[in-house]
C-alpha cells in the first residue's frame, strides 16, 4: 500500500475526492429499507482512507464547512426571520434537553467505568460532536491546581477521547436523525417536508422544477368569429367578469394591428388570451377554435417583479387593479404573489408591500409598461453576486471570532455558527432588495451539497488514524461509551420532543433534532431525503442555542466527575 500513501502525499486532492465518490455509492446501496446516505458513506470511505496515512489541512475544512452553512443560512433566512417568536419555544427546550441528558449520561458513565476528568470530557467532546469542549474542559483542568504533568495528562486524555468516540459521534447522528426518527413518528422526512412547505404556502399552488399544471390557469387560443359579429375589441375584452385580451387579428390575409375601438367583423382570425374560466365562459360566442394559423404567432413573457413603487405599499391587489388605468393594465396578468419566498393567495384582499416580487405574463410590450410603473424586474441569469456572497462569508467568519465570557468560560458562535446567522441574515436581507445579491438556486446546492462532503471527508481523514489506532491501544471501552453518549441523549431528546413538546411534523423535527447536537452531517443527510429547506428553521434555532449549551458541559464535566 505504500504507492498508495505515496501517491495521497503527492496530491491528498485525490483521496477527497475519491472519499465523495466511493462514498456517495456506497450511500446509494439499500440494505432492505435502510439506506446509508452520501455523508454517512463518504465519512466511513474517509476513515478507511485516513488508514493510509494522509494529512489534508484543516483550512480545507474550514472553507468548505463555511460554503456549506452559509448557502444553509442565505436559502433559509427569510423563513428563519418569519418563524421567530413564540413559535419557538420548542426549539429552546429541546435543545435543553438534550445539553442536560447528554451532560447526565457523560457524568454516570464516567463514573461507573472510572474515567478521568480528560477522557470523559473528551468522550463528550467526541460524541457530542463539539469540538469546543476541548478547549472549555482543557481551561477548566488548567484551573484545578493539579502538578503541571498530571494537567497535562489529563488535557492529552480529552483530545485522546474525542479522538476516538468523534466519528460514530457524526455517524451516530445520522442513523438516529436520518434512519430511526422516521421509523418513530411512522412518515418519512420528505413525505412531511412536502406538507409542511405545502402549508407554509397557505393553500396556494407551488410547483417544484419541472412541474407544471396540466391545465394551466393562463391560455391563448385561436377563434374564427361568427357571422353576427359586430362589437368592437374592447367591448369583448371587457364582456367577462374577468377580463381577456385580443393580442393578434388576421382579416383576410392582412394582419392587422389591434386597437380598443376597433370593430371586429365576421371570420375574423382573432388570438385571445386570458384566464381559463374567462375563456370558457365566451368561447361560445366566439365562432370556431382553430389549431393553427399563419401570422397568429406570439411569443409571452413571464417575469418576476418587485414592487418598489410607493404608491403601491399597502394596498390590496383588487383595489390596485380596479384604480390603474386600463391602459396600462391592458393585456398584463398577475399569475403570482410572493413575498420573503413565500406564495400568496391571488384575492382581492390581499395586501401588496414594498418589496413584493409578483409574476406577470403578457406579450413583451405590455409587461414592460407594468415594470415600468410597479418596479424592477428580477431578470433570470446564472451568475452569482460574488461581492455579496464573499461580503456575508467576511461577516459571519468575524462574528465567528467574537467572544464572550460567562465567569472564566469563554463562549463563540465559531465560524459554523457565524456564517450561518450571517447567511440567514443575508439571504433575509436579499429577499426584501432583490436588486443586488443573486445566488441561483442551482449555486446554493452545490455549496451545500460539496460543502459538507468534503467537510465530513476531511473530519473522517484527520481522526479515523488517530481513533483506530487509540481503540487498538486503550480497548473497546472508550469506544463504547462514546456511542452510548451519542446515541442515548438523542433518543431521550426524541422521545421528549414527541410525548411532551409534540412535535408531529417528521422533517421539522429531524432538523430540530440534529441541531441540537450541532450534527452537520445529520443535517445535510436531513436536507438531502427533505429536498426542501423545511428542516433549516429549525434546526437554525437549535444549532445556535447547542454551541453554547454544549460548550458549557467542558467544565461541568470536569467539575462533575
Keep these: 500500500m505504500s504507492w498508495l500513501h505515496d501517491l495521497f502525499q503527492k496530491s491528498p486532492e485525490i483521496a477527497l475526492f475519491l472519499s465523495i465518490a466511493v462514498g456517495y455509492y456506497i450511500g446509494k446501496i439499500k440494505f432492505g429499507k435502510f439506506q446509508l446516505g452520501g455523508v454517512a458513506g463518504s465519512l466511513l470511505v ?84 463539539q469540538s469546543a469542549i476541548i478547549g472549555t474542559a482543557g481551561d477548566a ?3 484545578l491546581g493539579l502538578p503541571a504533568a498530571e494537567a497535562t495528562r489529563l488535557q492529552g486524555n480529552v483530545a485522546i477521547g474525542y479522538a476516538v468516540t468523534y466519528v460514530f459521534g457524526s455517524f451516530g447522528a445520522i442513523l438516529v436523525c436520518v434512519n430511526l426518527l422516521p421509523k418513530f413518528m411512522g412518515r418519512s422526512i420528505k413525505e412531511d417536508a412536502l406538507k409542511a412547505e405545502n402549508a407554509l404556502q397557505t393553500g396556494v399552488q407551488v410547483y417544484g422544477p419541472g412541474q407544471e399544471s396540466a391545465a394551466p390557469d393562463l391560455v391563448g387560443r385561436i377563434f374564427k368569429l361568427p357571422a353576427n359579429t359586430s362589437e368592437t375589441i374592447q367591448a369583448l375584452e371587457q364582456s367577462t367578469d374577468v377580463p381577456i385580451t385580443i393580442e393578434r387579428i388576421k382579416r383576410g390575409k392582412q394582419l392587422m394591428e389591434p386597437t380598443p375601438d376597433m370593430p371586429l367583423q365576421a371570420d375574423d382570425i382573432v388570438l385571445v388570451v386570458g384566464r381559463r374560466s374567462a375563456m370558457v365562459s365566451v368561447a361560445g360566442r366566439l365562432g370556431k377554435e382553430l389549431q393553427d394559423e399563419p401570422g397568429m ?27 390603474v388605468a386600463q391602459d396600462v393594465r391592458h393585456g398584463v396578468y398577475v399569475s403570482q404573489i ?25 406579450a413583451e410590450h405590455d409587461v414592460k409598461r407594468v415594470v415600468d410603473q410597479a418596479g424592477h424586474a428580477i431578470v433570470p ?26 465567569g472564566s468560560i469563554p463562549l463563540t458562535l465559531g465560524s459554523g455558527g457565524g456564517a450561518l446567522l450571517s447567511g440567514l441574515l443575508f439571504g433575509w436581507f436579499r429577499s426584501r432588495r432583490q436588486s443586488f445579491g443573486y445566488m441561483p438556486s442551482g449555486a446554493v446546492q452545490i455549496l451545500k451539497d460539496l460543502g459538507l462532503a468534503a467537510f465530513v471527508v476531511v473530519v473522517g481523514i484527520s481522526s479515523g488514524l488517530q481513533a483506530v489506532q487509540t481503540v487498538e491501544s486503550q480497548g473497546l471501552k472508550i469506544l463504547i461509551i462514546g456511542v452510548v453518549v451519542t446515541i442515548l441523549p438523542l433518543v431521550l431528546t426524541m422521545l421528549f420532543g414527541r410525548y ?35 428542516p433549516t428553521v429549525p434546526f437554525a434555532i437549535t444549532y445556535a442555542l447547542a454551541n453554547v449549551f454544549l460548550t458549557l458541559l467542558g467544565p461541568l464535566v470536569v467539575a462533575l466527575v
Excluded: W
Design 500 to 534: 411532551v413538546l409534540r412535535y408531529d411534523n417528521t422533517a421539522i423535527f429531524a432538523g430540530a433534532l440534529s441541531g441540537t447536537r450541532s450534527a452537520n452531517p445529520a443535517f445535510g443527510e436531513v436536507l438531502d431525503k427533505a429536498e426542501n429547506t423545511v
Design 46 to 129: 474517509a476513515v478507511l482512507v485516513s488508514q493510509v496515512g494522509v494529512h489534508i489541512d484543516d483550512g480545507v475544512k474550514a472553507v468548505m464547512f463555511a460554503l456549506f452553512i452559509y448557502a444553509v443560512g442565505y436559502e433559509s433566512g427569510p423563513d428563519f426571520f418569519r418563524s421567530l417568536g413564540k413559535q419557538s419555544i420548542k426549539e429552546i427546550i429541546l435543545a435543553a434537553v438534550l445539553a442536560v441528558s447528554g451532560l447526565l449520561t457523560v457524568v454516570v458513565l464516567a463514573r461507573m467505568f472510572e474515567l478521568d476528568k480528560g477522557l470523559a470530557a473528551g468522550v463528550a467532546a467526541g460524541a457530542l460532536t
Design 381 to 406: 441569469s446564472a451568475k452569482t453576486d460574488f461581492v455579496y456572497m464573499g461580503a456575508g462569508l467576511v461577516v459571519g467568519l468575524l462574528v465567528g471570532m467574537l467572544t464572550a465570557k460567562i
Design 297 to 323: 404567432e406570439l411569443t409571452m413573457q413571464k417575469r418576476d417583479v418587485v414592487i418598489t413603487n410607493k404608491l403601491l405599499d399597502k394596498r390590496t391587489f383588487g383595489d390596485i387593479r380596479s384604480t
Design 338 to 362: 410572493s413575498r420573503q419566498g413565500k406564495a400568496l393567495p391571488l384575492l382581492p384582499d390581499t395586501l401588496l408591500m414594498l418589496g413584493d416580487v409578483v409574476t406577470v405574463f403578457g
Design 141 to 143: 483542568i488548567a484551573k
